[in-house]
């Protein structure tokens, strides 16, 4: 059966959308995964891949035409399927078709159901906030049933696969519904809340939310009929809603009353720690985010002091339900190496001057370059020179970049999140630590934007820090390679013929042979072991 692809929203902010390119025609076959178009939105020109498989049926804008988001962008479907009523009417339209002995009847509840929507509702539905979303989770609403909204308040904020991340209002009016708890998930275009003016009710908008085409289907008169008892149960909902948001748990460890937000007491169900013996931060004493992030627990030492264990013979284990970072690092990762034809080469470079080279550097005041500074450096200066290695690898074609915009990997609770440094080719040393450094303390706090996290060329991923000497990555596609850095260590070599004790680091270099042949890969390593061994060779 076809589906009707429309514009999705690829940015919290995004309005409208630009098709900047096609990459399949019409009359492609399409795969899930498979790029469709780059769109140009209010922040980036962004790839934008099908979630759907089948042939392009129906291309509804040109490259440079611009629609509003949910506007008709495509439809994909069998080869040879007659689509004309989805491009017609849409697929409300094309199901009354379907149905001519029962057209009349049919005809007359479309309107009777677009009835129930009163004038001045907004229907806000889960947003696309990121270009690989397919589902989302409401970690904090921002506003409660019965409060004002103003265009450009922050509704919730909603944890997408890439990041948490502030969704404001495109509408103002007042807060009648809320369709999610927090901490609860659900596709992108489910019902997340209504909007509009005080005291309208909208019990049967939120009971029949969806439920357009099948009432068309049947296509009998009583339907609007039966909506009026459904409608009662989502009117009382918001109540308990609210009080669920005040105080979850009754009552704490010394029998006082405990105050705690969802999203505390679903990271403390998560973790296994027991939510009263958490010390409580917020109003009132009330247990919020930082408090579970911050609580070691203390009950193991004296179940151990009392001889307390868990047998030998007893199994046990943990669930952790997968986040949706988590399930997005899974699948893309699953794709790049199963899709990308991956080779590795390994080096081991000298680190005696640029260990002498970070410490003079360190002496001048209010300075602070770390050596995986003078890697990125390093590496955007190579890139330049080796624009096959800063390349993309596309079906169709191979995009080699003259920009060098470096991916920094950043490893967070859930998962590992890749801030970019833009033009990295362009800045100083100390540029490019403050940005690398300001980027993971929004990484572990999840406030990088979409825009600090796309359009990397080239990714560096480094266990240095963790004493791992040597190890081999993923490649972070749509890019042909990525750098894994060691650990500097100190270790016999040989000088001059002479056995004396040097400091060494080593890296592997993951490159995609579709792009990047062995010999290319090789002479990229040998430009950048004159960059590293030579540091000060970067400053001329």
């Known amino acids: 059966m076809a589906e009707v692809i429309n514009m999705p929203r690829l940015s919290d902010t995004m309005e409208e959308g630009t098709v900047a390119s096609w990459l399949k025609k019409v009359g492609d076959k399409v795969e899930e995964g498979d ?8 922040k980036a020109t962004m790839e934008f891949e099908s979630f759907n498989e089948g042939t392009l049926l129906h291309i509804g804008l040109q490259e440079g035409e611009t629609a509003k988001v949910d506007s008709l ?24 078709e379907e149905a001519p002995a029962e057209a009349p009847v049919a005809e007359a509840s479309a309107p009777a159901a677009s009835a129930e929507v009163p004038e ?33 308040d922050i509704l919730a904020e909603i944890e997408t696969d890439k990041a948490t991340m502030e969704f404001e209002s495109f509408q103002s009016g007042n807060l009648l519904y809320i369709g999610l708890e927090e901490g609860e998930s659900a596709k992108v275009d489910s019902l ?3 909007i509009g003016p005080a005291g309208t009710d909208v019990s049967a908008v939120a009971s029949g939310f969806g439920s357009a085409p099948a009432a068309a289907a049947p296509a009998k008169t009583e339907e609007p009929k039966a909506a009026a008892p459904k409608a009662e149960a989502p009117k009382a909902a918001p109540a308990p809603k609210a009080a669920a948001s005040v105080a979850t748990p009754k009552v704490s460890s010394d029998g006082g009353r405990l105050f705690v937000s969802p999203l505390a007491k679903k990271m403390a169900e998560e973790k296994g720690f027991n939510i009263a013996d958490i010390p409580g931060s917020g109003e009132n004493g009330r247990i919020v985010k930082r408090d579970v992030e911050n609580f070691t627990p203390k009950a193991a030492a004296p179940a151990a002091a009392a001889g307390v264990s868990t047998p030998a013979s007893e199994e046990s284990f943990v669930e952790i339900k997968n986040s949706n970072m988590r399930k997005a690092i899974a699948k893309n990762l699953a794709k790049s190496k199963f899709t990308a034809p991956h080779y590795y080469l390994n080096v081991e470079f000298d680190m005696d001057n640029a260990i002498a080279f970070r410490k003079e550097v360190n002496a001048i005041p209010d300075t602070k370059v770390s ?34 915009h470096i991916g920094v990997a950043v490893a967070v609770e859930d998962g590992l999140l890749v801030p970019v440094v833009k033009f990295a080719d362009q800045r100083k040393l100390t540029q490019i630590g403050a940005a690398v450094k ?9 406030k990088l934007s979409l825009e600090e996290m796309e359009g990397s060329t080239f990714t560096i991923s480094n266990l240095g820090m963790f004493g791992i000497d040597t190890f081999t990555s993923i490649i972070n596609q749509p890019n042909s390679a990525i750098l894994s850095v060691g650990a500097i260590v100190q270790k016999p070599v040989v000088k001059d013929g002479e056995i004396v004790v040097g400091n060494t680091m080593k890296l592997c270099l993951a490159a995609d042979h579709r792009t990047i042949d062995g010999a290319t890969g090789a002479q990229f390593l040998q430009t950048l072991k004159g960059f590293i061994e030579n540091p000060i060779s970067m400053l001329l």
């Open 438 to 446: 300001e980027y993971a303390i929004k990484a572990k706090t999840k």
């Open 73 to 96: 962008l495509a439809i994909i479907g069998e080869e040879g399927e007659d689509i004309s009523a989805l491009i017609s009417g849409g697929s409300a339209s094309a199901v009354a």
């Open 192 to 194: 997340l809340a209504i």
């Open 371 to 404: 050596f995986n500074d003078i890697v990125v450096k390093a590496c955007a200066m190579a890139l330049k020179l080796h624009p096959q290695v800063n390349s993309q690898w596309f079906d169709d074609r191979m995009k080699l970049n003259n920009h060098v």
């Open 35 to 42: 790029i469709l178009a780059e769109i140009e939105t209010d």
């Open 120 to 152: 001045g509702v907004i229907v806000v539905t889960m947003p696309r906030l990121s270009d690989t979303m397919e589902e989302g989770t409401v970690a904090t609403w921002l506003k409660k049933v019965g409060d004002e909204v103003e265009e450009g």
